[in-house]
């Protein structure tokens, strides 16, 4: 889908893309990392119009903010749009949170974890994008967070909430799993988040800022996993599947800026009839990483993120 087309059908959380066979070679899983743990400086800086410096990117949206992460151990404001700091619905940017959250057992990412039909259900009731998992196949953590990150599957983000919550059932599970992504957000400042679902799917209370989430980006960044994962443009692999047979699936990514921007690393993108298209975006040129968001902007997201990058990265 170009920058400026409007997909056939918009889903509430992203565009689906994925394909599904039961043909084909296998290809290995890899995840090398991109960046070191490191804790946040939450040291104030001067923004650009407080230096005197030229105000802002030309862009159409206002909640949109930039940071520059220097070598990951610290941050720096470098723009803030008009409502960088309003807390607004951020559709499937959601799911940074959902992979911070299941990154903080990565002892668990080899864990076999079985789809059911529960979450294709679901992903059908509510409209959702979807990484077309099949009822049956068994995936690790580690795949369902590509399945989840890639083409933003919800259904892969329930199977991981489902797993990696806690109680009797489905329900319960992923209330609990959602109450660590409050407390995480917490737990990292993010004051102006809160989160009621592990996909963006909107029940009334799951939004964000701008800047709260480059700093998620930034801290989701950090993990080595995490980077590897949202750097691929397209990614197969394969599962057993409910027959016995062996499922290859093909996911590809709808953050067109990895392919249209020069260092271009990722993070994640999102869409709905409330959040409009929305994108947490980042990019190292010059040993330099800049992490920026847009949310609540048209087609042009895409558009709007890069003269950002440009901006930030003359500055």
Not at 65 to 87: M, P, T, V
Not at 178 to 195: D, K, V, W, Y
Request: hydrophobic share 40%; glycine share 8%.
């Amino acid at each position: 889908m170009g920058a400026h087309a409007r997909p056939n059908r918009f889903h509430r959380t992203g565009v689906r893309i994925a394909s599904v066979a039961l043909v084909g070679a296998a290809l290995p899983i890899g995840a090398a990392g991109l960046a070191q743990a490191a804790a946040l400086d939450s040291t104030p800086h001067a923004t650009a119009t407080e230096t005197g410096e030229e105000a802002a990117p030309a862009i159409k949206a206002d909640h949109a903010f930039l940071l520059d992460a220097r070598d990951g151990s610290q941050e720096r404001e470098l723009w803030a749009g008009a409502k960088a700091d309003e807390s607004v619905p951020i559709a499937s940017t959601t799911k940074i949170m959902t992979a911070v959250v299941v990154l903080k057992h990565p002892e668990w990412l080899e864990r076999q974890i079985t789809v059911k039909q529960e979450y294709r259900d679901y992903v059908q009731k509510v409209g959702a994008s979807t990484a077309d998992l099949q009822t049956g196949d068994t995936l690790t953590a580690r795949q369902l967070l590509h399945a989840m990150l890639i083409p933003s599957g919800a259904d892969a983000a329930r199977a991981l909430a489902d797993h990696f919550g806690n109680g009797d059932t489905e329900e319960a599970r992923i209330s609990d799993f959602i109450a660590q992504m409050n407390a995480e957000a917490q737990q990292l400042g993010l004051s102006g988040t809160h989160f009621d679902s592990v996909d963006g799917i909107n029940d009334g209370n799951n939004h964000s800022t701008a800047r709260d989430l480059a700093k998620l980006g930034q801290r989701a960044m950090l993990q080595p996993v995490f980077a590897e994962v949202v750097k691929n443009t397209q990614y197969k692999t394969e599962a057993p599947a409910a027959n016995g047979r062996t499922r290859y699936y093909t996911w590809n990514n709808t953050n067109e800026l990895l392919s249209t921007y020069d260092g271009a690393l990722g993070v994640k993108t999102g869409s709905g009839p409330e959040d409009g298209y929305c994108v947490v975006f980042a990019a190292e040129r010059d040993n330099r990483t800049l992490i920026g968001v847009i949310l609540g902007d048209d087609t042009g997201r895409f558009d709007d993120a890069t003269k950002v990058l440009d901006w930030g990265f003359a500055h």
